[in-house]
């Protein structure tokens, strides 16, 4: 009964912040445009348009993104659940960005629209 009180607390404490989210009682790093601009440079990556670009940006972006809200190595962590958790993503970011320079240097592959292009030209 206490538990499902305190849950009930949180959610009224989540709702009256402004509608962000709240982890531990923090603002929630999930809710950021950086994951916007990364679904938008995903776009064209998926279809391999514009690779070397593409993935220029979303490598700069991710590591933006990594820096400014995953910063687990600060001070001021609630619990050490919530600095692990930041951390998991902050090398998250890190590592999808170094595979997207390997992308970069080796190229896309054989079946993208690049490649396409390429042919026709």
Request: aromatic share 14%; charged share 15%.
């Amino acid at each position: 009964m206490l538990r499902m009180k305190s849950r009930a607390d949180a959610a009224k404490f989540a709702s009256n912040a402004g509608g962000q989210r709240h982890h531990y009682g923090r603002p929630d790093p999930h809710d950021n445009y950086w994951m916007l601009l990364e679904c938008l440079l995903g776009i064209p990556l998926a279809f391999g348009l514009y690779t070397t670009r593409v993935t220029r940006w979303l490598c700069l972006v991710l590591l933006v993104e990594a820096f400014t809200q995953w910063g687990w190595w600060g001070g001021g962590m609630p619990s050490w659940h919530y600095r692990q958790h930041v951390r998991d993503h902050f090398f998250t970011n890190v590592s999808v960005a170094g595979g997207l320079l390997l992308m970069q240097s080796f190229g896309a592959g054989v079946f993208t629209v690049d490649s396409l292009l390429a042919k026709q030209e």
